[in-house]
């Protein structure tokens, strides 16, 4: 990425005192170093810290995400429109099988065009039906893991608030909508498959 910050790992200064007085037990610091660590990775992703800008533009925050993995995508979209069309195909197959054989079979050349047909036909619903599978199998990897970058994305925004914000809002309310968020849009592109 052009332009991406190097990572800054620094223990901020609340968790640094918190860690270093006399009554913090491991399980402790090891939790505070896992959060330093993911405030770290926040400041560092650049990802998020313009999440503000996407409140009124819903479709671009998603294509963020599909450009995070334009090869998957571009698979998937690939593989779906080859099966659209092999599908269309199969449709033309069985007109032209079927005005083959309403003709009469009675002479050799008619007889292995019903069988190029046929074979042509049983070759569209093979592809269709391959094709489908592909980008199934694309989409059960890649649609996961774009559920997985918004969830860390938007876990990593709401732990750079202040402590205040927290006061007022409940966190499972807050988890349970950026649940719902990752869960939208997992539908939402299983939906478009």
Avoid at 1 to 24: D, E, F, N, Y
Avoid at 54 to 62: I, N
Avoid at 64 to 82: E, F
Avoid at 125 to 149: E, H, K, M, P, Q
Wanted: with cysteine; hydrophobic share 50%.
């Amino acid at each position: 990425m052009a332009g991406a910050r190097k990572a800054v790992r620094r223990r901020p200064s609340h968790l640094t005192s918190l860690a270093s007085s006399p009554g913090t037990s491991g399980p402790v610091v090891a939790l505070l170093e896992l959060g330093s660590a993911c405030v770290a990775d926040w400041e560092s992703s650049g990802r998020m810290e313009d999440a503000c800008r996407y409140s009124d533009r819903p479709l671009a925050f998603l294509a963020r995400y599909v450009r995070r993995r334009p090869l998957a995508h571009g698979a998937i979209v690939t593989a779906v429109v080859a099966a659209v069309a092999c599908s269309v195909g199969a449709q033309y197959g069985v007109k032209i099988l079927v005005d083959t054989l309403a003709a009469g079979v009675d002479a050799g050349a008619r007889l292995t065009d019903a069988w190029l047909g046929f074979a042509v036909l049983a070759t569209l619903i093979a592809a269709d039906n391959f094709l489908w599978r592909v980008a199934s199998w694309i989409a059960s990897y890649t649609f996961v893991a774009v559920t997985g970058d918004l969830r860390r994305d938007l876990f990593r925004h709401l732990t750079g608030h202040a402590p205040g914000y927290f006061a007022d809002r409940m966190p499972g309310t807050l988890t349970s909508r950026i649940t719902a968020t990752s869960n939208a849009v997992f539908t939402l592109q299983n939906m478009s498959v």
